[in-house]
């Protein structure tokens, strides 16, 4: 059922939050008018790929768009792409994904609906697989969706036209990918369909597609690639610069104390809810320095940990933020790693290999770099040997950064 009692000028302001681009904005604004007309919600589609396990906060910035489409009282449809994903979406990318198996997206699927369902209305999503309808085209059928595209329409896509130019592999099963993810939305009869703006090529197709089939085309409503804790490149699980939602609740403050401060208001912005007038001031306040960047971070810190958790959540982790990084203490909860004799020669073992073996960093060499860095620390001591041959002892915290602990223990 629609929300009563907001205009349509307030519905169109919060869907407007946090977007780069609406496509064509005057189409919305009349699908929105017909809505209230008839009293039938817009269907609102957002496509997701489970190419891997874990979601960051990269990746849920147009899921909590969708929950906004679905407290606004329109049919939020989430479309799992168990056969688009076996593709990989090639946005973006100067390289060929490495194509996975179905039984490796079906796993994958099953992490991102338990993950999701933490952010949407579980009985008010719509949940649906696109092999639900790609698994039953023939091959005739895919025939006939590749001829309503051309070559030069396909080759219009920057990161295409990029890679042939540069003679980097460009596979055909690559190309067919735009096709995929827009006949979705001819198969749902999408009104609205959401993504990141790197994705407003593919909404494109879906809109020339449901035309074909005369079907009334969808408009795109498309948000910035949020920066991850570096500042600089798009939220990356491997680059190392994201917040994961599932991440313990003061790994999430830590992280997000890390982000640079001219970032803040982007992460207000397309991650909180706080009302945009109070946004603006906040802007404002920080610009004309009446507020310090700390406090506006430590603020933001406990709303993104109370979205994903809850609001003790955020109080303790902002707590054990205070206890860690103004006293100086280890936290009270930390990872432990096993040493057996057999991972000890003469009771040593090479620094890099136990921090990597702790899980601290995901190899050796980036253990070395680290260590080379000055970001390792024993018992609070400084280690910048990447040599180290380390003389065990149970007991002793391993240090990376600010946040990362390990305490060894000798079984």
Not at 158 to 172: A, C, H, V
Not at 241 to 269: C, H, R, V, W
Not at 284 to 310: C, M, N, T
Not at 337 to 342: G, H, R, V
Request: hydrophobic share 35%.
């Amino acid at each position: 059922m629609l929300r009563q009692g907001i205009s349509l000028e307030e519905e169109l302001a919060l869907l407007k939050r946090g977007t780069e681009e609406i496509f064509p904005e005057e189409e919305l604004v009349e699908k929105l008018k017909k809505s209230r007309r008839t009293g039938k919600p817009l269907k609102v589609k957002l496509g997701v790929d489970p190419t891997g396990a874990d979601l960051h906060l990269g990746h849920v910035i147009p899921v909590l768009k969708l929950r906004q489409f679905q407290e606004l009282g329109h049919e939020a449809i989430l479309i799992i792409g168990d056969y688009t994903a076996m593709v990989g979406d090639p946005s973006g990318r100067d390289k060929t994904r490495p194509q996975l198996t179905h039984e490796q997206v079906l796993e994958n699927c099953r992490t991102y609906e338990e993950q999701i369902a933490g952010i949407l209305d579980p009985e008010k999503t719509r949940v649906v697989y696109n092999g639900e309808w790609l698994s039953k085209m023939t091959f005739q059928d895919v025939i006939r969706l590749m001829s309503q595209m051309t070559l030069a329409q396909m080759m219009e896509r920057e990161d295409f036209s990029n890679r042939f130019q540069n003679q980097i592999p460009l596979s055909l099963h690559e190309m067919i990918y735009p096709l995929m993810q827009g006949y979705d939305s001819v198969a749902i009869e999408a009104d609205v369909e959401l993504g990141g703006i790197d994705q407003k090529f593919n909404i494109l197709v879906g809109r020339d597609l449901q035309r074909n089939q005369g079907i009334e085309p969808q408009v795109g409503v498309c948000n910035p690639l949020l920066l991850g804790l570096d500042g600089k490149e798009k939220m990356s699980k491997s680059l190392g610069n994201y917040i994961g939602i599932k991440e313990p609740a003061s790994e999430m403050y830590g992280k997000t104390m890390s982000l640079p401060d001219e970032q803040m208001m982007m992460y207000f912005e397309l991650v909180t809810t706080v009302p945009m007038e109070e946004l603006r001031q906040m802007e404002y306040e920080l610009e004309s320095g009446q507020v310090h960047p700390r406090d506006a971070k430590r603020y933001l810190a406990r709303k993104i940990v109370e979205r994903f958790h809850d609001a003790d959540a955020a109080l303790a982790a902002e707590a054990e933020f205070d206890r860690v990084f103004k006293e100086n203490q280890i936290p009270e909860d930390i990872p432990e790693i096993e040493l057996s004799l057999d991972d000890l020669e003469d009771g040593k073992i090479w620094l890099p290999r136990l921090l990597a073996q702790a899980g601290l960093v995901s190899s050796n060499g980036e253990g070395r770099r680290l260590i080379q860095q000055g970001g390792v620390r024993i018992d609070g001591e400084i280690v910048d040997d990447p040599e180290l041959d380390w003389l065990a002892k149970s007991g002793t915290v391993v240090q990376i950064g600010k946040r990362r602990f390990a305490r060894v223990i000798l079984s």
